[in-house]
């Protein structure tokens, strides 16, 4: 999951850099859900990454 969380985190850095070009309206929509998704993967961070531990 560590690999997951890393390459979805760059995926996002990258992401970011075009945020700029899109419209206003465009750009709180893409930042809420940016934020909203890095709070996933701090979870998950924080976590260990054990996912798996509860699922049956």
């Given amino acids: 999951m560590k690999k997951q969380i890393k390459g979805a985190r760059m995926?996002?850095?990258?992401?970011?850099?075009?945020?700029?070009?899109?419209?206003?309206?465009?750009?709180?929509?893409?930042?809420?859900?940016?934020?909203?998704?890095?709070?996933?993967?701090d979870i998950n961070t924080e976590c260990n990454y054990n996912q798996s531990s509860t699922q049956n």
């Fill in 11 to 41: 995926s996002f850095d990258e992401a970011e850099k075009g945020v700029s070009e899109l419209s206003a309206a465009s750009k709180w929509t893409v930042s809420i859900q940016d934020r909203h998704y890095q709070s996933i993967f």
